[in-house]
């Protein structure tokens, strides 16, 4: 059995699992790094609340070597899911910094923020997460692609593309309560969590009060590797 994950394991396990989401729900992902067009798309889209400055251009320094979106249409080419990435070299600095000076949301805080613009971190263990760290965000499915089982495909697609592009040494999210209340964080594959990050930019309308969800490297590889050998056991039966 695998007790590893490389490049060619992973990618392997990317495609076999956006051939499952095809199958089973219908729904064709594809991955790009132009946050142009994403912002246009998803400033679009019908009951998706605004994309936040995290992959805005506007906002922040996001390149193909540092982000990704991924976005995926039904049988009738009709958008019903988006969601994005990026990498942070905290390799300086702890998390519970990065988000308390408002580097997780603006390249250059002190510019972009607006006046009354604050972050207070209350998560103990995001004062030990640095190195390369990957956010994971704006994750959106439409109406009738909820619940129906499809969450954790999507994060597996998202997290293998993490660790192909970047092999992080983290990947994190900031999650409403209800999130956590519902398991919905469990069913994203997140297996740590803690009380969280207030953040308060007004002139981006956003006044949130959320948790801390997070993947060490480790979980990241022990995650991909059982479930690449989940399939090729599969497979073999």
């Known amino acids: 059995m695998l007790n590893k994950v490389n490049t060619l394991t992973a990618s392997k396990f990317i495609c076999a699992t956006h051939e499952s989401i095809l199958k089973k729900f ?3 992902l ?9 912002i246009m798309i998803t400033d679009r889209l019908p009951g998706k609340s605004p994309t936040y400055p995290h992959f805005r251009p506007d906002c922040s320094d996001l390149s193909p070597a540092n982000a990704f979106w991924v976005i995926g ?12 990435m990026r ?3 905290l390799r300086t600095k702890s998390l519970h910094d990065h988000l308390e000076t408002l580097g997780d949301y603006f390249a250059a805080p002190d510019l972009q923020a607006g006046p009354g ?15 390369l760290v990957a956010y994971r965000g704006d994750l959106w499915l439409r109406e009738d692609f909820r619940g129906i089982g499809l969450l954790p495909f999507l994060s597996q697609i998202a997290f293998g593309l993490a660790w192909t592009e970047w092999s992080p040494d983290f990947i ?16 994203n594959g997140y297996l740590h969590k803690e009380y969280g990050a207030v953040a308060r930019l007004p002139s981006r309308g956003i006044n949130d009060d959320d948790w801390l969800v997070w993947l060490t490297g480790d979980d990241l590889v022990k995650m991909l590797s059982d479930a690449t050998n989940a399939a ?5 039966e």
Request: proline share 2%; aromatic share 10%; glycine share 8%.
């Open 87 to 89: 990498l942070y070299n």
């Open 73 to 84: 249409r039904d049988r009738a080419d009709r958008i019903a899911h988006v969601q994005a």
């Open 232 to 236: 090729v056991a599969t497979r073999t």
């Open 30 to 38: 594809a991955m790009g790094d132009d946050f142009d067009e994403y």
């Open 26 to 28: 219908g729904l064709h």
């Open 172 to 187: 994190y999210a900031l999650a409403a309560a209800w999130n956590i209340e519902k398991g919905v964080a469990d069913r």
């Open 117 to 131: 613009s604050s972050c207070t971190c209350y998560a103990p263990s995001a004062r030990g997460i640095s190195g």
